[in-house]
């Protein structure tokens, strides 16, 4: 089987290293890949939106699978395009169809599905530019906190979280009268706070029957002990100690099966995987988000633990027969510390050189923001490795990714020594 997997970063060559142990793998290539990714198979120069390209490269090359990493090729309707050509539409896409997509595209659009089929998350509501008058007004009838999202895609910045009625009638303003998001915060939903633990659970499904993957939690503040700025996820760990058995059949039968049923319902086609991001509120699961593709850094701790052949499961989604594919995980804990440039989440500088990864010899090294130059591996992004380790026992695992981070060097190089610790 001829595989195409679109996009470029730290999921990606997750992906890329579980894909290429399968016997039902010919051949395998990333568009566009990094530096990480041509170990396990050939980059090829493309951007994820440009489907003509795309197709043209997956029909010249016999694919017979594409799996799309990042939601803006999804949200744009990858999957629609190669559905709508003769010529393309019996290559397999692994990512639902734009419809379904609206679930990370359009917050509005996920929580009207939600609270359609009575699926656990906090109380909102929505407003835009015409009704800005209402909603300052409905913001003096809620308790603080208060949660503001921006309706679209804003690159994981679009969520804010409001301290005093005073900033957050400022942020709402900005938003949606300021276009502080751009067209992304034309609508903005405004949420009721939860407070508890976060994590994220995932679910691969042909569109009727589903696989739950590992549980995760990821780690998105910048500073250690969980302080400073926001960024795109500085590490994580699976399973989720606090997520016992009892946990998790409360999100299989209160959220995860609703949650396909509900796709089926509303006649929405869904092949792919739906990463839950979740808030455990005194033991009762509450849903914060949909995302429509796997998370990141979650999934470079979430695949390895994946025992079954990963193209086989993908294969199980194409053809609808998911529930017949074997799946088996392994007992093991999984950590992952990203390793980030300096500067990052704010200013950084691109271009220094990555030394001593094969220094690494107990983890995995999954390049993100990395390309090859002159025959040298130099930083391409924010986030530019992410160290995964397994081992039997979390602590084990913990001071053996940090102790790989440590190993790995670039100018400015940056990583959290403290990810999963707060567990322990």
Do not use: W
Request: aromatic share 8%; hydrophobic share 40%; glycine share 10%.
């Amino acid at each position: 089987m001829n595989i195409l997997i679109v996009g470029s970063g730290g999921r990606e060559s997750a992906f890329a290293y579980k894909i290429a142990q399968s016997p039902k793998l010919t051949k395998l290539y990333i568009a566009p890949g990094n530096a990480g990714t041509e170990q396990y198979g050939q980059n090829i120069d493309l951007k994820v939106t440009d489907f003509e390209g795309i197709a043209a490269f997956a029909l010249a090359n016999d694919i017979n699978l594409i799996l799309v990493g990042p939601e803006e090729p999804l949200v744009k309707g990858i999957h629609d395009f190669f559905l709508e050509r003769d010529e393309l539409k019996h290559i397999a896409v692994v990512g639902p169809q734009k419809l379904g997509a609206q679930l990370e595209g359009s917050k509005d659009f996920s929580k009207e599905f939600m609270f359609r089929h009575n699926i656990p998350t906090a109380a909102y509501k929505s407003f835009e530019l015409s009704n800005l008058e209402e909603g300052l007004a409905y913001l003096e009838t809620q308790k603080l906190p208060i949660v503001l999202k921006a309706d679209g895609l804003a690159a994981g910045k679009g969520v804010l979280i409001c301290e005093t009625l005073e900033d957050a009638k400022t942020e709402l303003t900005a938003m949606l009268a300021e276009a502080k998001f751009g067209q992304a915060s034309s609508v903005v939903v405004i949420e009721e706070f939860l407070k508890g633990i976060e994590l994220s659970v995932f679910v691969l499904t042909d569109g009727d029957s589903y696989k739950v993957l590992p549980s995760a939690k990821d780690y998105k503040r910048i500073g250690e002990g969980d302080t400073g700025l926001n960024t795109g996820g500085m590490g994580s760990i699976s399973p989720v100690p606090f997520a016992d058995a009892s946990f998790l059949n409360k999100v299989e039968e209160r959220i995860i099966k609703p949650t396909v049923d509900g796709l089926k319902k509303d006649g929405i086609p869904y092949k792919g995987f739906i990463f839950i991001g979740l808030m455990n509120v005194n033991g009762d699961p509450f849903v914060i988000e949909y995302n429509v593709r796997m998370g990141d850094p979650e999934t470079e701790s979430v695949l390895p633990r994946i025992e079954s052949d990963l193209v086989d499961l993908l294969e199980g989604v194409a053809k609808g027969d998911l529930d017949k594919r074997s799946y088996t995980l392994s007992p093991k804990t999984a950590v992952t510390v990203m390793l980030v440039s300096g500067g990052y989440p704010g200013d950084y500088e691109n271009g220094k050189v990555i030394n001593n990864i094969e220094n690494v010899k107990e983890s995995i090294v999954f390049h993100a923001g990395t390309k090859l130059v002159d025959g040298e591996i130099v930083t391409a992004g924010g986030r530019v490795i992410a160290v995964t380790t397994m081992q039997d026992d979390l602590f084990t695992a913990l001071q053996q990714a940090t102790a790989d981070a440590g190993r790995i060097f670039f100018q400015g190089k940056y990583f959290r020594t403290d990810i999963g610790f707060d567990l322990i």
